[in-house]
């Protein structure tokens, strides 16, 4: 098997906040043989500012991108909406066409049929609208179309793990970025309603492909004083927890 | 007009302050959505007629003015009058004006969304005229002094109980009465002397063919049918949008309409209005009120082909959860907001930002437009124009400063996480809006790049 060359991005939140979800992002991939580099003045993708209707300014963000990441066969970042700022804006490289969300390589590229992981919980998988809806790393509710779910066929090799149904299979939670801040009267009851959902059936961990969304649904769930914790699904997939 | 740049948010946050009004509102839309997929899913190849009926009305805004005006040549051949108004001011003059002829000084209107963003009943009303709307979540929304919330369930952000009180007091039905069917009957009694009694009766267009001159009026409660049928002049107004080509269109678009607005296979009535009946006057007002402009925008032309379905709103997480009003325009939801700043970029500056982006907007159009995108652009072209103000401006030029430069980002990162640590009342507090309903993550000792750098080289 010839070895992948993969660069790895971590946007700048979880850089700072989630450490363990770059490190099991870096341990996942190298389990698959890959050979992981991560460039040290790596920052952020620039959505925050594209999104906030700045695009304009975000050239800074872009240059460095290209700069870091140009001389890597595959990039890779556990972030469905990074993914998709990427994939989107960086014009005039060929950076989107290499840019990977984790789960969408170790399904598509690497095409994973097995995994040493264990996590024995009841887990509820928040699919991000980024990853989902932008990347199509799962069906979509509103199209009449095949289901399908990249994360969950991941989640699907882990031992010990059950997956519990929800009402509402990928609503929003309402981060949506500065959305969140903006909008915080919306942003912060869409997120306790989807906290509820996952709740509600029993989940002991919630889980995604992106950590932006988890990260607002953590903040409400320690708000709420709740024992649901949030794990990103690098972490899940890199879990040897045994029951 | 800085002062409106956080309408949405405002407004959004006032009706959030009744959360179990919240969760109902959600839920019984949620419901709406629940029904349109329920309904979709029965059509076998659902998204082949989104597709052809996208492709449809492709082709009708490439050549717009052809069919307009062979929609005119054959609407005229009919028997009916056609109007043209450039804008909202010269459609209610018009209607003022038909009004005046004929000495009438009361009219009966079905639902038209075309009206409410002309802002018709306000105009007829300083002029004399009394309109009485005869949809019921319009008349309930009317006699309640809103307007609509939704552009097809006008009054869905009322209780029945509410209903019930509305109705008590301009209807005279018992207080405490809020028996849905009761209601109903009171507004049938009620309503049906309008019917008798007005001469004039003002109808929406769902579909106007430029093949036929004929145009279609969709309701469930043959309240068009009812004014049209029963008054000497007919009078109906549509955006110059809502045209098709071909009578044979109608089986693409009548299969996708009532489908996607409320889950059923097709509105209790879709009626044809083809030729005024004998001694019947029946005049048609085009109407342009910035579609034209809008039309040669490229990125955002497209927002034109809408059939007013609202399954946009209906999906819509933030419309679910703020309701109508707070959207301040009389097209709400996710596609009012890519409609709004067409008509006022100030006013409505802060529609666009009123979503978190997600798509499902998108998704649920029959005619598929790119809502969400636009979204997006409409964001870009706000902020260019210079409708940001000025601490959003300035936050957005120091963020970009830090992640532009690798070496600020990690002192920053460093320094913000120390804050988080040893004085986390820094951020925890009020004017921290994250932390208002939700925690701070916990900030941990050492970032990711840290731990490469001590750990893998």
């Given at each position: 098997m010839t070895k992948h060359r993969v660069g790895l991005f971590i946007p700048c939140y979880v850089d700072q906040f989630y450490p363990q979800v770059g490190i099991a992002t870096l341990e996942l991939l190298e389990k698959f043989g890959c050979e992981v580099v991560y460039p040290p003045n790596q920052t952020c993708c620039g959505q925050p500012m594209a999104n906030s209707?700045?695009?304009?300014?975000t050239t800074g963000c872009n240059d460095l991108f290209i700069k870091n990441f140009s001389e890597f066969d595959y990039i890779v970042a556990p972030s469905g909406s990074c993914v998709l700022h990427i994939k989107e804006h960086l014009h005039g490289s060929d950076i989107p066409k290499k840019m990977y969300e984790l789960v969408e390589f170790l399904?598509?590229?690497?095409?994973?049929?097995?995994?040493?992981a264990s996590f024995p919980y009841k887990v509820g998988l928040h699919q991000s609208c980024h990853g989902q809806r932008g990347l199509g790393l799962a069906q979509m509710s509103e199209l009449m179309a095949p289901p399908f779910s990249k994360p969950q066929q991941l989640l699907d090799l882990v031992k010990g793990i059950e997956l519990i149904n929800l009402d509402r299979v990928d609503e929003c939670c309402g981060f949506g970025g500065t959305f969140c801040v903006a909008e915080e009267a919306v942003s912060v009851k869409m997120g306790k309603d989807r906290v509820a959902d996952h709740i509600h059936h029993g989940a002991e961990v919630i889980t995604g492909a992106d950590m932006s969304c988890l990260m607002h649904l953590e903040g409400i769930l320690r708000r709420q004083k709740s024992d649901v914790r949030v794990k990103h699904i690098a972490e899940i997939l890199n879990s040897q927890i045994k029951a | 007009m800085s002062t409106n740049h956080n309408n949405h948010a405002a407004l959004a946050a006032a009706f959030n302050k009744d959360e179990p009004r919240v969760e109902w509102h959600d839920q019984t839309l949620w419901w709406v959505r629940k029904k349109r997929d329920i309904a979709a899913a029965k059509v076998p190849d659902w998204e082949a007629l989104r597709d052809t009926a996208s492709r449809i009305k492709d082709n009708v805004l490439s050549n717009l003015s052809g069919y307009l005006r062979q929609f005119e040549e054959e609407a005229i051949r009919n028997g009916i009058t056609v109007h043209w108004a450039a804008d909202a001011t010269e459609h209610n003059q018009i209607i003022l004006s038909l009004l005046q002829k004929h000495k009438v000084d009361k009219m009966v209107k079905s639902k038209s969304m075309l009206t409410e963003e002309c802002h018709l009943n306000e105009f007829l009303h300083e002029n004399g005229v009394e309109v009485i709307d005869t949809d019921l979540g319009e008349r309930v929304v009317q006699l309640a002094g809103e307007p609509p919330?939704?552009?097809?369930?006008?009054?869905?952000?009322?209780?029945k109980e509410e209903i019930g009180e509305i109705f008590h007091e301009h209807l005279g039905t018992p207080a405490g009465n809020a028996d849905p069917q009761f209601l109903t009957h009171a507004a049938r009694l009620h309503l049906r002397e309008k019917f008798l009694t007005r001469r004039v009766a003002l109808t929406g267009v769902n579909f106007a063919v430029a093949e036929t001159g004929e145009f279609v009026v969709c309701t469930n409660e043959g309240n068009a049918d009812m004014g049209a049928h029963l008054a000497d002049v007919h009078i109906a107004c549509m955006g110059i949008e809502k045209i098709i080509p071909q009578r044979r269109h109608l089986g693409v678009f009548l299969r996708l309409l009532a489908r996607s607005a409320t889950g059923q296979p097709i509105t209790t009535y879709s009626s044809h209005f083809r030729r005024p009946r004998p001694g019947q006057e029946m005049h048609i007002v085009l109407v342009d009120n910035g579609r034209s402009v809008h039309l040669g925008r490229k990125d955002f032309r497209n927002s034109l082909k809408c059939i007013r379905c609202a399954a946009c709103f209906n999906t819509c997480p933030v419309y679910r959860r703020s309701g109508?009003?707070?959207?301040?325009?009389a097209v709400a939801g996710p596609i009012g907001s890519i409609l709004a700043p067409n008509l006022d970029r100030s006013k409505y500056a802060d529609l666009p930002f009123?979503?978190?982006?997600?798509?499902s907007c998108s998704n649920v159009c029959p005619v598929k437009i790119d809502i969400h995108e636009q979204l997006y652009k409409w964001r870009q072209v706000i902020v260019q124009e210079g409708n940001a103000t000025a601490g959003k401006k300035a936050a957005m030029k120091a963020m970009n400063w830090v992640l532009s430069n690798p070496s600020v980002y990690h002192g920053a990162g460093r320094a913000g996480r120390w804050f988080m640590l040893n004085a986390p009342f820094t951020v925890n507090n009020g004017l921290n809006a994250w932390w208002r309903q939700r925690d701070m993550p916990v900030a941990p000792k050492q970032s990711f790049g840290e731990w490469y750098k001590k750990n893998k080289h």
């Open positions: 209707g700045f695009e304009h300014l399904t598509d590229v690497l095409k994973v049929d097995s995994l040493e | 919330s939704h552009i097809v369930l006008p009054c869905i952000h009322k209780k109508g009003h707070s959207y301040h325009t009123a979503s978190t982006l997600c798509g």
